[in-house]
């Protein structure tokens, strides 16, 4: 049962524009949630999180939006940049700071 | 600088053979954890520590053991591997303090033949 779901496997956009990435969620549970991004054959890295009390989080160009209605989040990223090719992963935490992932969403930015 | 290190990047291994996957962190985290990364299924937990000794199952233990003797090393075993066991295993690595992030090893890439 995954708790966390990335229904797009890939996205691609061209440099320049925004990029979307979408995350649903089914724990109600989760009072946290973050963003990974993994190149190939390296772990995947921290970018950005969100607290559930929260409905935007910014970082650079990097924006994170949550509807905890209906339990959505989404990552912004504006302008994107070839270097932002990666697979990003979408995670929920909850209280006890177990952690669930989401099957990941490969992005690739056309020069 | 934060560090999670893994004993190796590339494995390939014979069914039926014994496997062990090491896991070291640098900064005094008290929690530790393995996941393992496959297409379309993303990062599923397999195991995980709150501290030394302790292990709790993750969502997808079952082929799997782990050993935390140690705070800073958290080892996976699969006690007899199998082809289904191909995969990239991550191991991770958090403090127990508020909502910090947890910090990646590189990976480790099993194949098992």
């Known amino acids: 049962d995954q708790q966390v779901k990335q229904n797009s496997p890939s996205l691609s956009v061209q440099e320049g524009r925004i990029s979307i990435l979408n995350c649903d969620y089914t724990n109600s549970m989760f009072d946290y949630f973050l963003w990974y991004k993994k190149y190939p054959a390296e772990g995947p890295t921290f970018l950005i999180s969100?607290?559930?009390?929260?409905d935007k989080n910014e970082d650079g160009r990097f924006t994170v939006f949550l509807n905890k209605s209906a339990k959505h989040l989404s990552l912004h990223i504006v302008p994107s940049q070839p270097g932002d090719s990666a697979v990003y992963f979408c995670?929920?935490?909850?209280?006890?700071?177990?952690?669930?992932f989401g099957a990941g969403t490969r992005l690739t930015v056309k020069p | 600088d934060v560090k999670v290190t893994q004993s190796s990047r590339y494995l390939v291994k014979r069914t039926g053979e014994k496997v062990f996957l090491e896991c070291v962190q640098d900064?005094?985290?008290?929690?530790m954890f393995w996941y393992r990364q496959d297409p379309g299924l993303g990062l599923r937990l397999i195991y995980f520590s709150y501290d030394v000794k302790m292990k709790e199952k993750g969502d997808i233990p079952e082929g799997y053991s782990v050993s935390r003797e140690k705070k800073e090393r958290f080892s996976l075993i699969l006690e007899s591997a199998s082809t289904n066991q191909t995969s990239m295993y991550l191991c991770?690595?958090?403090?127990?303090?508020?909502?910090?992030?947890?910090?990646f090893g590189p990976g480790t890439r099993l194949t098992v033949l």
């Open positions: 991770a690595s958090r403090t127990s303090v508020g909502t910090d992030t947890q910090y």
């Open positions: 969100i607290s559930s009390i929260k």
């Open positions: 900064m005094d985290h008290e929690n």
């Open positions: 995670a929920g935490m909850n209280n006890n700071n177990d952690m669930r």
